[in-house]
């Protein structure tokens, strides 16, 4: 069965470009949660959705940083204009909430890097 | 956000050995998990545990959840050179959101 996919799996860009990161959750779950990774702050919930709406963004660092989710199959995640301490690997999630909410099912990140 | 602490945060063991971590809040949690991470991977789920004083294996591996609802361990019995990684808790009271630990990095020694 195909896990969560995310690409790119490496990004490398200038300080102000625009950035977008994409998931594609596990066929069937309806949830999805995009996670920020640094040695710093460790593992960080950015915003999760609940069958493609927004339930709690209040990760998002700032205004530079969107989401959305236009389908049960795909998500991105914006940063615009990117920055310096914006580097870290992104990851998302999926699990299936319902009666019992299972556990979440990470991809394998995007390492980001912004020069 | 919530944090979970998550302890040691780094392990230095000679293979063969066991090891034993533990992760606790100060507030209840209804679910459980452990996750391992691979350097330039997503963290793996190793056990997830729901019910207070449940005791679940998979392999070498041992989980346990804390009585309290506060705590859970992780026992990694006869470690191995690929048992290392970071190891993560993750808890869930309400909710679709779960809690990360600040992860314990584990090093085995051949």
């Known amino acids: 069965d195909a896990g969560v996919i995310q690409s790119p799996r490496h990004e490398v860009t200038e300080m102000g470009q625009e950035v977008t990161l994409r998931c594609k959750p596990i066929?069937?779950?309806?949830?999805l949660f995009w996670y920020r990774q640094t040695m710093m702050r460790g593992l960080e919930l950015l915003i999760y959705?609940?069958?493609?709406?927004?339930?709690?963004d209040s990760g998002m660092p700032e205004d530079r940083f969107s989401a959305k989710m236009p389908n049960a199959s795909f998500s991105t995640l914006k940063i615009q204009p990117s920055e310096p301490r914006d580097s870290a690997v992104y990851f998302c999630?999926?699990?299936?909430?319902?009666?019992?909410?299972?556990?979440?099912?990470f991809g394998d990140g995007t390492r980001l890097s912004i020069l | 956000g919530q944090q979970l602490n998550q302890s040691p945060q780094s392990m230095f063991i000679q293979e063969g050995e066991d090891v034993s971590m533990n992760c606790t809040s100060s507030?209840?949690?209804?679910?459980w998990l452990w996750y391992k991470q691979d350097p330039g991977e997503g963290p793996v789920l190793l056990i997830a545990?729901?019910?207070?004083?449940e005791l679940t294996s998979n392999g070498r591996l041992t989980a346990q959840f804390g009585i309290t609802r506060k705590d859970s361990f992780l026992n990694i019995s006869a470690s191995i050179p690929s048992d290392v990684g970071i190891y993560f808790c993750?808890?869930?009271?309400?909710?679709?959101?779960?809690?990360f630990g600040t992860g314990t990095s584990l090093t085995v020694i051949p």
């Open positions: 959705f609940n069958n493609n709406v927004p339930i709690d």
């Open positions: 999630a999926s699990s299936f909430s319902g009666l019992s909410n299972q556990p979440q099912h």
């Open positions: 066929s069937g779950h309806n949830s």
């Open positions: 507030s209840i949690f209804n679910t």
């Open positions: 993750a808890g869930q009271r309400t909710g679709n959101q779960f809690y």
């Open positions: 545990l729901y019910k207070a004083g």
